[in-house]
């Protein structure tokens, strides 16, 4: 229950509405937030109960597109645009908040920041000291200053303009903070034109500037369509996700370099051989504990009934690997999302809770008829083994738009 709005006004036309809080959440846990179009709402997790319970939100100057927590500063970072899918946009942007110890609400810290072209991810180094953006139309990369106290310094005008792949999708920075990654995503073969390769671009990294070491594509690229990367959190291994294959291949990664080659390749799909149009690999994250990886599996299947667009029965789901000593994954569990196209899904800090956030809602055939499944949030008990169980679901109302973000932020 929000209780007021006001708004406050930023640089370059952004405004912001922030309110105030019902309740707060507890000290030492964690806020979840979640995107809906240009609304950033914060939840309060209880990882033993399994619930959220909402009480803020701030209104973004255009669409979220994704959200980075500064290392050791309470600050977070979101990136926004009007462009997507449908169209690059014209208004596009960077914005610092700060987050309150307690509640984790946010409320604007410093500047909006202008962006060239549509952002589709950003992250921070491991000092803190930089924000990379990534863009994927045009693909490419820049890299912002952070002051000390958070907010967003200058450009850094690069010596060398990045090479930015095709169709760039996340760029994060290695655990030593020595090399950034852009993981591009080429293209599938599509009328008439032949397919664009992907790569994962490897960049040394020193006082905000880039220089290519390095560019990952087995086979040229083709056939090579990787969405996002993770690295294990005490082996030298980088685990991606290729979305255009469905597949997680395992990297080594020494002395800022990667395998050219990968080390193990799995499928993500508990069906591989029954795969619909659309069916695509997303988001991966490693558990804390390195036993384990989760992969979301999306799929944009769309028929027909009556008339009417309906989803059809694609593998919307969490796939949950099992790591062993070698960093070699296991499929052993693909758990519904009881929702269509999970983009994002995140732990809590104590991995008892994990959060998956569907972006759309679809029409879905029922008898002879059809009904809506909404977009929305499906909460899961994380056990001891790494396995989920699904908890309850949140019905989200989308609207025009998409919720396209989610993840647990430590307070």
Same mark, same amino acid.
């Given at each position: 229950?929000?209780?007021?709005?006001?708004?406050?006004?930023?640089?370059?036309?952004?405004?912001?509405?922030?309110?105030?809080?019902?309740?707060?959440?507890?000290?030492?846990?964690?806020?979840?937030?979640?995107?809906?179009?240009?609304?950033?709402?914060?939840?309060? &997790?209880?990882?033993?109960?399994?619930?959220?319970?909402?009480?803020?939100?701030?209104?973004?100057?255009?669409?979220?597109?994704?959200?980075?927590?500064?290392?050791?500063?309470?600050?977070?970072?979101?990136?926004?645009?009007?462009?997507?899918?449908?169209?690059?946009?014209?208004?596009?942007?960077?914005?610092?908040?700060?987050?309150?110890? *307690?509640?984790?609400?946010?409320?604007?810290?410093?500047?909006?920041?202008?962006?060239?072209?549509?952002?589709?991810?950003?992250?921070?180094?491991?000092?803190?000291?930089?924000?990379?953006?990534?863009?994927?139309?045009?693909?490419?990369?820049?890299?912002?200053?952070?002051?000390?106290?958070?907010?967003?310094?200058?450009?850094?005008? $690069?010596?060398?303009?990045?090479?930015?792949?095709?169709?760039?999708?996340?760029?994060?920075?290695? &655990?030593?903070?020595?090399?950034?990654?852009?993981?591009?995503?080429?293209?599938?073969?599509?009328?008439?034109?032949?397919?664009?390769?992907?790569?994962?671009?490897?960049?040394?990294?020193?006082?905000?500037?880039?220089?290519?070491?390095?560019?990952?594509?087995?086979?040229?690229?083709?056939?090579?369509?990787?969405?996002?990367?993770?690295?294990?959190?005490?082996?030298?291994?980088?685990?991606?996700?290729?979305?255009?294959?469905?597949?997680?291949?395992?990297?080594?990664?020494? *002395?800022?370099?990667?395998?050219?080659?990968?080390?193990?390749?799995?499928?993500?799909?508990?069906?591989?051989?029954?795969? &619909?149009?659309?069916?695509?690999?997303?988001?991966?994250?490693?558990?804390?504990?390195?036993?384990?990886?989760?992969?979301?599996?999306?799929? *944009?299947?769309?028929?027909?009934? $009556?008339? $009417?667009?309906?989803?059809?029965?694609?593998?919307?789901?969490?796939?949950?690997?099992?790591?062993?000593?070698?960093?070699? &994954?296991?499929?052993?569990?693909?758990?519904?999302?009881?929702?269509?196209?999970?983009?994002?899904?995140?732990? *809590?800090?104590?991995?008892?809770?994990?959060?998956?956030?569907?972006?759309?809602?679809?029409?879905?055939?029922?008898?002879?008829?059809?009904?809506?499944?909404?977009?929305?949030?499906?909460?899961?008990?994380?056990?001891?083994?790494?396995?989920?169980?699904?908890?309850?679901?949140?019905?989200?109302?989308?609207?025009?738009?998409?919720?396209?973000?989610?993840?647990?932020?430590?307070?």
């Amino acid at each position: 229950m929000i209780e007021r709005r006001t708004a406050m006004g930023l640089a370059l036309g952004a405004a912001i509405s922030s309110p105030t809080l019902a309740q707060p959440a507890s000290a030492g846990g964690a806020t979840f937030y979640q995107s809906v179009g240009p609304v950033l709402a914060a939840w309060k &997790p209880d990882a033993q109960a399994l619930t959220l319970t909402r009480l803020s939100e701030v209104t973004l100057p255009a669409n979220v597109q994704y959200v980075w927590r500064h290392p050791s500063l309470r600050t977070l970072y979101v990136v926004s645009s009007n462009g997507g899918p449908g169209g690059p946009g014209d208004r596009h942007f960077l914005n610092a908040f700060r987050t309150d110890p *307690d509640s984790g609400a946010l409320s604007p810290h410093g500047e909006a920041v202008a962006l060239r072209a549509r952002p589709i991810h950003m992250s921070l180094d491991r000092s803190g000291g930089f924000a990379f953006v990534a863009y994927n139309n045009p693909s490419g990369l820049t890299v912002h200053r952070i002051s000390g106290d958070g907010t967003l310094g200058a450009e850094v005008r $690069q010596a060398v303009t990045p090479d930015g792949g095709i169709y760039g999708h996340q760029v994060l920075a290695t &655990p030593d903070n020595g090399s950034v990654i852009l993981v591009t995503r080429g293209n599938d073969a599509a009328g008439g034109k032949p397919e664009d390769p992907g790569a994962l671009k490897v960049f040394g990294f020193r006082d905000g500037q880039l220089t290519l070491r390095q560019s990952v594509a087995p086979n040229g690229g083709l056939g090579f369509g990787p969405r996002h990367i993770d690295f294990h959190p005490s082996l030298p291994l980088v685990f991606v996700s290729l979305e255009r294959q469905n597949k997680l291949q395992v990297y080594g990664l020494r *002395d800022g370099a990667m395998t050219p080659e990968p080390i193990f390749t799995v499928e993500t799909l508990r069906r591989p051989g029954a795969v &619909p149009p659309q069916q695509l690999a997303s988001t991966l994250h490693v558990h804390p504990n390195g036993r384990h990886l989760y992969l979301a599996n999306r799929s *944009d299947a769309i028929g027909e009934h $009556q008339g $009417q667009p309906i989803g059809l029965d694609g593998e919307n789901s969490i796939a949950v690997f099992d790591l062993d000593a070698n960093g070699r &994954p296991t499929l052993v569990q693909s758990e519904d999302t009881r929702g269509f196209h999970p983009r994002t899904f995140s732990l *809590d800090p104590s991995s008892r809770m994990m959060v998956a956030a569907d972006i759309v809602g679809r029409r879905i055939r029922q008898g002879e008829g059809t009904t809506m499944r909404p977009a929305n949030l499906a909460i899961y008990r994380v056990g001891t083994n790494g396995r989920l169980e699904f908890a309850s679901s949140i019905p989200v109302e989308t609207g025009e738009v998409m919720q396209f973000w989610s993840g647990m932020v430590p307070l």
